[in-house]
């Protein structure tokens, strides 16, 4: 968290700065600049840019700054949110704090209009970026096809989950997501990844768009069936059983036993 949808959120925010001029860039966080780079290379690269488009891949924020300059790339990590002046799409993640400390504030655009766009990431996770590798990413999940699934699982004895969540593989899933689309699939998490049928690549590759669809109207990652029952004693929403606790892929991992097929 954020993920795929978290980011749309975040890229819908960016856009209304389509064709403002960049002013002022803050990064008092030399950690938070990524790629080789340091503050003094951010800044001289963006101030006095124009945005020109806001684009997203997966979890990746990409702003375009016009064809003279490099594309700023921004990662949000577990508790990155974006906030425009005081216009925040999402007030609090589900892994992160509630408030909002200036401290937190590590990069921010200030425009010649006045306006102020910054990232604020409690637990410096994400970073920025100057033409970052998008080489290195899978294909978007909202519009992930059946062969594009099937390249990033065939050969795969990784456990289905953790091949989910690998960005290189398929892009913008996060741990809620893919608990949230495997319970859906009735797929076990811990499967290997490559095991799965033709027929079974057809039904995931269904059930990981229409989840990215369906909780993308609810409002976020955080809106799925199986989120209230994610404690130890949960329940399955369907069956009603009790629902398995495993830690698959380094995520904490909720799945039903009894609902698998």
């Known amino acids: 968290m954020p993920e795929l949808l978290e980011v749309e959120l975040y890229r819908r925010l960016a856009a209304r700065t389509v064709g403002a001029t960049v002013a002022r860039v803050d990064a008092p966080d030399a950690w938070f600049c990524k790629g080789g780079v340091g503050p003094a290379e951010v800044r001289a690269a963006v101030e006095g840019a124009t945005v020109a488009g806001v684009e997203r891949i997966g979890k990746l924020l990409l702003v375009d700054l016009g064809p003279e300059r490099p594309v700023l790339g921004l990662r949000f990590g577990m508790t990155g949110r974006l906030v425009l002046d005081d216009d925040a799409p999402i007030e609090r ?4 704090s509630g408030r909002d400390e200036a401290v937190w504030n590590r990069f921010a655009l200030g425009f010649a209009d006045g306006r102020t766009l910054r990232l604020s990431d409690p637990r410096r996770l994400g970073g920025v970026e100057l033409d970052p590798d998008l080489g290195a990413l899978g294909p ?5 096809t059946v062969g594009q699934l099937r390249g990033a699982l065939v050969g795969s ?18 741990n809620l997501l893919v608990d949230e689309t495997l319970w859906r699939a009735r797929l076990d998490p811990a499967r ?7 027929a079974e690549l057809r039904r995931l590759r269904r059930h990981v768009v229409a989840t990215v669809e369906a909780l993308g109207e609810r409002g976020g990652s955080h809106r799925g069936d199986l989120q209230d029952q994610r404690h130890r004693d949960g329940r399955c929403p369907r069956c009603g059983g009790p629902l398995d606790r495993r830690r698959i892929g380094g995520r904490t991992t909720y799945s039903c036993p009894s609902c698998v097929r």
């Open 93 to 96: 993640l589900e892994y992160a």
């Open 140 to 144: 978007d999940a909202a519009t992930l």
């Open 157 to 174: 004895a990784a456990p289905l989950k953790a091949r989910l969540l690998d960005q290189g593989r398929i892009a913008g899933l996060g």
């Open 192 to 198: 290997p990844a490559g095991e799965l049928t033709d």
